[in-house]
C-alpha cells in the first residue's frame, strides 16, 4: 500500500533525529510576535440564554457557557472580537445572533459557533450628537440601538444597518419592546458557580515581576482620576494561575484599604509583600494581611490633608534593597522618605529640595528605582513644580533635577509633566514627560545644572537633519528588556519599541493595529526568562511574547535549545533559540556547511524566519545553530530539525 508523502517526510525525520542528534525535551514556549490577554470576568453584569449557550458579560468582557457539555469559552480581541469593553449585549434569537456593543459604539454579531461578524458603521460614522448606546431592544430580526442622538436599527440576520432615526424623525419608532432582563434573575445563580478565570479586577496601576511571578496593584488616586479603587494585590504565577491577596481588610487608623499605588517583595522572604496606598502601608505575609503603618500608629508618618485626616496618608514608590530594607515616598508631609530597616525600626529623611510648602514635601512623590550603584531614583508627578530626584542612601545625600534643557538649549521646562522614570543597560537614567522621553549620561547626573538629553534620531534621507525621540509624545511608563531596549508606554499612543541604540523604532502597537487592549497604557513589566511583556492598560492586561530574554554567562548544550523542534510543515512562524549570551553571534548552517542565516542575539534569544539568505524557504534537514560569545569565544552547537 503506498503511503502518503506526509508519513514519508516524517519518517524521514525521525531517521535524521536518530543519526543526526540527540534531542532533550525543552520547555513548551509561546511563539514570538503572539498576544495573550488577561482579562477578569468577576462582575457579573448581563446574562443572555442562547439554547443551550449562556453568553455572559462580566466585568465589560464576555463569555460563553455550555448548559450540557459545561464548557466555558471566553471571547476577546486575541480570538476574533473586534474591540474591548463591552456596554450592552442580546441575543437575537430569530437571527440566531449575539448582539455585542462596545463602549466605543462598535458593534460585534457572535454566534453560538464562535462566528463573529463586526459591524462598525456606528463607530466610524461622523454625526452630530451623542452615539453611546445605553440599551438594545430585539424585535424579530431586528435590533433597536437606543443612543443619545437617537435610534439605530439594525438588520441582525443580514449584518448591516438598516435605518436610523433623530428625535425628530417622522417615522421615530415610540412603542420599541420593553428590554428584557429575565435571563439574569432565572440563570445568576448558575452563573456565579462559574469559574472563566482571569483576575478579580481589571486594574493595573502598577507591576513588577519577581521570580517569574507577576505582582500587581490597581492604582486609584491619580490614575485616570479614579479615585478610590479597591485595594487589591493580584498575582499572575509562573502557572498562568491568579492569586488575590486578602481583601476584607479593617487597617487601623483608616477608613478603608484603598488606592493601592505600588508593591515591594523582601528580597529576604518573597512571602513577605508591602504595599503603599493613600492610607500607608500594608504588610502581608503569604497573601494574608498583617498590619498597617500610617499615621498614628508609627511615627514619621503624616497625613496630607489639610484636616489632618489620617485616611489620606499619600505614600507611594515603595521598595526593597539587596539588604532588606524598605524605602516609601511620603507627600505632603514632615517626612519625604521613610525607611523601614531590615531590624525593624523605622527612620525618615527629608531635605530642603524635596519641600513644597512650608515644612511639608512635594505633593507628587512617585515611582522609586534603584539603580545600579544602590541609589533610589523617584520623581514628582505634579504641574507646579516638576522634578526627579537621586538619593543616595550611603550617604544620606540627595540631588536634585529640574533643569530640562536640552543639549542644543531647548527649554522644556513650560508646562512639563513628569511621568516616569527607568535606569537601562548603560546606566543612563531616562525619564519619562508629558514632552516625550529624556535621559542623563553619566555627566549629566553628576552635575545637575547640565540638564537633560532629548537624543537625536537621524532621518536618514540623504541630509544631516535628525528628530527628537517620540517628541510630544505623552510617555506613562518605560521598561528596559535585556536587550537594551526600550518599551515606552504612552496615553493615547500605545507603546512604542526603540532598538538598543535608540535610532529605529521597531515596533509600534495600538489598539487599532495589534492586539492591545487599549491605547492608554498604566504599565509595563517584563518577564525576562520568557520574554514576555506585559501591558496593564485602561481596559485591562494583555501581553505580547518579544524576542529577547535574560542572557546567560555561558551557552552550553543544556541551557541552549530551540523551538518548535522539529519544524513541522504547517508551522510558518519564527524559530527561536534562547539561553545565549549578550549580544551573542549566531550562525543556521546545513549540514554541508552552507550560511542559511546569521546575526547577534537579543539578550539571549535568537530568531530564524526559517529561509535561506536569499528568502527562500529551507529544506527538510538538519540545521546546526553554531554560537560565539560577543567577544569571538566559542560558543555550543545545537540542532533544529524542519520537514517541509
Known amino acids: 500500500m503506498k503511503q502518503n508523502n506526509s508519513y514519508i517526510r516524517l519518517m524521514v525525520l525521525v531517521a535524521l533525529f536518530t543519526i543526526h542528534c540527540s534531542l532533550f525535551t525543552s520547555p513548551i514556549k509561546a511563539q514570538i510576535g503572539s498576544w495573550r490577554n488577561y482579562l477578569a470576568y468577576s462582575e457579573i453584569q448581563q446574562i443572555q440564554a442562547a439554547g443551550d449557550d449562556l453568553f455572559v458579560m462580566a466585568s465589560n468582557n464576555l463569555y460563553q457557557y455550555n448548559q450540557k457539555d459545561q464548557s466555558i469559552t471566553t471571547y476577546d480581541k486575541i480570538n476574533g472580537m473586534s474591540d474591548t469593553y463591552i456596554s450592552?449585549?442580546?441575543?437575537?434569537?430569530?437571527?440566531?445572533?449575539?448582539?455585542?456593543?462596545?463602549?466605543?459604539?462598535?458593534?460585534?454579531?457572535?454566534?453560538t459557533n464562535g462566528n463573529i461578524i463586526n459591524i462598525s458603521d456606528l463607530y466610524t460614522k461622523s454625526i452630530t450628537g451623542d452615539k453611546t448606546v445605553s440599551s438594545i431592544r430585539i424585535d424579530g430580526v431586528y435590533a433597536y440601538l437606543i443612543c443619545g442622538f437617537g435610534i439605530v436599527k439594525l438588520n441582525v440576520q443580514r449584518a448591516e444597518i438598516a435605518d436610523s432615526y433623530t428625535t425628530n424623525h417622522p417615522d421615530y419608532p415610540t412603542s420599541l419592546p420593553a428590554e428584557d432582563?429575565?435571563?439574569?434573575?432565572?440563570?445568576?445563580?448558575?452563573?456565579?458557580?462559574?469559574?472563566?478565570?482571569?483576575?478579580?479586577?481589571?486594574?493595573?496601576?502598577?507591576?513588577?515581576?519577581?521570580?517569574?511571578?507577576?505582582?500587581?496593584?490597581?492604582?486609584?488616586?491619580?490614575?485616570?482620576?479614579?479615585?478610590?479603587r479597591p485595594g487589591i494585590i493580584q498575582v499572575l504565577n509562573d502557572n498562568k494561575d491568579w492569586i488575590v491577596f486578602q481583601e476584607n481588610i479593617t487597617p487601623a487608623?483608616?477608613?478603608?484599604?484603598?488606592?493601592?499605588?505600588?508593591?515591594?517583595?523582601?528580597?529576604?522572604?518573597?512571602?513577605?509583600?508591602?504595599?503603599?496606598?493613600?492610607?500607608?502601608?500594608?504588610?502581608?505575609?503569604?497573601?494574608?494581611?498583617?498590619?498597617?503603618?500610617?499615621?498614628?500608629?508609627?511615627?514619621?508618618?503624616?497625613?496630607?490633608?489639610?484636616?489632618?485626616?489620617?485616611?489620606?496618608v499619600r505614600t507611594d514608590g515603595i521598595i526593597y534593597d539587596k539588604q532588606g530594607n524598605l524605602y516609601c515616598l511620603n507627600s505632603g508631609s514632615k517626612t519625604a522618605i521613610i525607611k523601614l530597616s531590615n531590624n525593624g525600626t523605622w527612620s525618615g529623611f527629608m531635605n530642603d529640595v524635596l519641600i513644597?510648602?512650608?515644612?511639608?514635601?512635594?505633593?507628587?512623590?512617585?515611582?522609586?528605582?534603584?539603580?545600579?550603584?544602590?541609589?533610589?531614583?523617584?520623581?514628582?508627578?505634579?504641574?507646579n513644580k516638576p522634578a526627579f530626584f537621586c538619593y543616595n542612601p550611603q550617604t544620606n545625600s540627595i540631588k536634585k533635577y529640574n533643569t530640562f534643557i536640552?543639549?542644543?538649549?531647548?527649554?522644556?521646562?513650560?508646562?512639563?509633566?513628569?511621568?516616569?522614570?527607568?535606569?537601562?543597560?548603560?546606566?543612563?537614567?531616562?525619564?519619562?514627560?508629558?514632552?516625550?522621553?529624556?535621559?542623563?549620561?553619566?555627566?549629566?547626573?553628576?552635575?545637575?545644572?547640565?540638564?537633560?538629553?532629548?537624543?537625536?534620531?537621524?532621518?536618514?534621507?540623504?541630509?544631516?537633519?535628525?528628530?527628537?525621540?517620540?517628541?510630544?509624545?505623552?510617555?506613562?511608563?518605560?521598561?528596559?528588556?535585556?536587550?537594551?531596549?526600550?518599551?515606552?508606554?504612552?496615553?493615547?499612543?500605545?507603546?512604542?519599541?526603540?532598538?538598543?541604540?535608540?535610532?529605529?523604532?521597531?515596533?509600534?502597537?495600538?489598539?487599532?493595529?495589534?492586539?492591545?487592549?487599549?491605547?492608554?497604557?498604566?504599565?509595563?513589566?517584563?518577564?525576562?526568562?520568557?520574554?514576555?511583556?506585559?501591558?496593564?492598560?485602561?481596559?485591562?492586561?494583555?501581553?505580547?511574547?518579544?524576542?529577547?530574554?535574560?542572557?546567560?554567562?555561558?551557552?552550553?548544550?543544556?541551557n541552549v535549545w530551540a523551538y518548535p523542534n522539529p519544524v513541522t510543515p504547517d508551522y510558518t512562524g519564527l524559530i527561536t533559540i534562547t539561553g545565549l549570551?549578550?549580544?551573542?553571534?549566531?550562525?543556521?548552517?546545513?549540514?554541508?556547511?552552507?550560511?542559511?542565516?546569521?546575526?547577534?542575539?537579543?539578550?539571549?534569544?535568537?530568531?530564524?524566519n526559517g529561509?535561506?539568505?536569499?528568502?527562500?524557504?529551507?529544506?527538510?534537514?538538519?540545521?546546526?545553530?553554531?554560537?560565539?560569545?560577543?567577544?569571538?569565544?566559542?560558543?555550543?552547537?545545537?540542532?533544529?530539525?524542519v520537514v517541509r
Open 406 to 558: 536640552n543639549e542644543d538649549g531647548t527649554s522644556l521646562n513650560t508646562n512639563i509633566i513628569i511621568n516616569c522614570i527607568c535606569e537601562d543597560l548603560n546606566g543612563y537614567i531616562w525619564v519619562g514627560t508629558n514632552k516625550g522621553p529624556v535621559y542623563l549620561k553619566e555627566e549629566q547626573i553628576n552635575d545637575s545644572s547640565l540638564g537633560v538629553i532629548q537624543h537625536k534620531v537621524p532621518r536618514n534621507d540623504g541630509t544631516d537633519y535628525a528628530d527628537y525621540l517620540l517628541s510630544g509624545i505623552d510617555i506613562t511608563c518605560m521598561a528596559v528588556d535585556k536587550a537594551g531596549r526600550k518599551w515606552f508606554g504612552t496615553s493615547n499612543n500605545g507603546v512604542y519599541l526603540i532598538s538598543t541604540d535608540n535610532n529605529e523604532q521597531e515596533q509600534h502597537f495600538t489598539a487599532e493595529n495589534s492586539k492591545l487592549l487599549s491605547n492608554y497604557i498604566t504599565s509595563i513589566a517584563i518577564n525576562n526568562k520568557t520574554g514576555e511583556v506585559f501591558f496593564g492598560t485602561e481596559k485591562g492586561l494583555c501581553s505580547y511574547i518579544s524576542d529577547a530574554t535574560e542572557p546567560n554567562t555561558e551557552m552550553t548544550t543544556d
Open 356 to 383: 513644597d510648602k512650608p515644612n511639608l514635601s512635594m505633593r507628587g512623590l512617585i515611582g522609586s528605582i534603584i539603580d545600579s550603584k544602590g541609589c533610589i531614583w523617584f520623581i514628582n508627578h505634579h504641574n
Open 581 to 608: 549570551s549578550y549580544d551573542a553571534d549566531v550562525k543556521i548552517l546545513s549540514t554541508n556547511g552552507a550560511l542559511m542565516a546569521e546575526g547577534r542575539s537579543n539578550g539571549g534569544t535568537f530568531t530564524w
Open 253 to 312: 487608623f483608616a477608613e478603608k484599604y484603598e488606592d493601592a499605588n505600588s508593591i515591594a517583595i523582601d528580597p529576604l522572604n518573597s512571602k513577605h509583600v508591602m504595599v503603599a496606598s493613600c492610607s500607608g502601608i500594608y504588610e502581608f505575609m503569604d497573601g494574608v494581611f498583617q498590619k498597617n503603618y500610617t499615621q498614628g500608629n508609627t511615627d514619621y508618618f503624616q497625613s496630607a490633608a489639610s484636616d489632618n485626616h489620617p485616611s489620606y
Open 181 to 228: 432582563n429575565s435571563d439574569y434573575d432565572k440563570y445568576i445563580q448558575l452563573v456565579s458557580s462559574l469559574k472563566p478565570g482571569g483576575p478579580k479586577y481589571n486594574y493595573f496601576h502598577n507591576m513588577i515581576m519577581h521570580e517569574n511571578n507577576l505582582y500587581t496593584v490597581g492604582g486609584g488616586w491619580y490614575q485616570l482620576g479614579n479615585f478610590k
Open 611 to 641: 529561509c535561506d539568505r536569499n528568502g527562500n524557504r529551507v529544506a527538510s534537514g538538519i540545521y546546526m545553530v553554531v554560537t560565539a560569545t560577543s567577544d569571538g569565544n566559542k560558543g555550543t552547537v545545537c540542532k533544529i530539525a
Open 88 to 111: 450592552h449585549i442580546r441575543w437575537c434569537k430569530q437571527a440566531k445572533r449575539l448582539v455585542v456593543v462596545y463602549s466605543n459604539s462598535n458593534i460585534d454579531l457572535i454566534e
